[in-house]
């Protein structure tokens, strides 16, 4: 049996439908905090609160394969996955895969990076089997924007000339699914990118193309682009988050060269011109 927390999340929902492709629905557990939301899955749903230790244990019973995605809750992830790891071991999961973050162990994104540095070395001294999935940003996090941007005439931004492999959720998810269901991957780190990087001037210059509208990028101090964001409606908090986010972006902390993502999935990653045209057409 294979569960997948946070299995109403967008990632989450992403894995569930592509590894119902490879291995049948009956073998596919869902884990949500709220179960109702995960009733449109398709396959068997069991209550799982981070936070709720004695839900990870119920939740957790017959799994032998465990796909850990981080919590969203910046601050008390490390805890969080925490007591998922310490109920996976005591309910006999044999192995845990674990999305991290894009060389963890370097990255400028220190808000983000040390949390999962933490539960990396919780995986390595739980005696599980394990693999760790450093996923690189998602394409989404960005085209997200796009609508905004287009209605505003400017794309903002705080991550000046920084490089940005980023990659679309659905080849992130392709990658999970290779990994929860091939062999040779236990103890392995896999650092998870897209094949091309682009700025957020580049990012601009293709939605200026796509619309025919000229849509600069206009870079802000991390201060200003929280300022701003938090003027959107954003809660101050995740406000500057987010800005923070960019600023370890404009050290190139969002890059990468290894294209180990594409040679997982065996297909190359999705590239921006297609994200960025499937976000206008949402909008």
Known sequence: MIAITGATGHLGRLVID?????V????????????????????????????????????????????????????????????????????????????????????????L??????????????????????NGWYTENYTASVSGAVKAGAFLGSAGGGKISSAARADYADAAVTVLTSQRHEGKTYELAGDDAYTLSDLAAEISRQTGKTIPYKNLTE???SAALTSFGLPA???KAYANFDAGASKDALFDTGRQLSKLIGRPTTPLATAVASALKKS
């Open 18 to 22: 592509k590894l119902k492709t490879k």
């Open 24 to 111: 049948p629905a009956s073998d596919i557990v869902a884990l949500a905090r709220t179960p109702a939301k995960a009733e449109d899955l398709g396959v068997q749903v069991r209550e799982a609160d981070y936070a709720k230790p004695k839900t990870l244990e119920s939740a957790l019973k017959g799994i032998d394969t465990l796909l850990l995605i981080s919590s969203n809750e910046v601050g008390r992830r490390a805890a969080q996955h925490r007591n998922v790891i310490d109920a996976a071991k005591k309910e006999g999961v044999k192995r845990i895969v674990y999305t991290s973050l894009l060389h963890a162990d370097t990255s400028a994104i220190t808000i």
């Open 237 to 239: 908090p995740v406000a």
């Open 113 to 134: 990076s040390e949390e999962h540095l933490a539960t990396e070395a919780d995986l390595k001294a739980s005696g599980l089997a394990f693999t760790i999935l450093r």
């Open 223 to 225: 201060s200003e682009y």
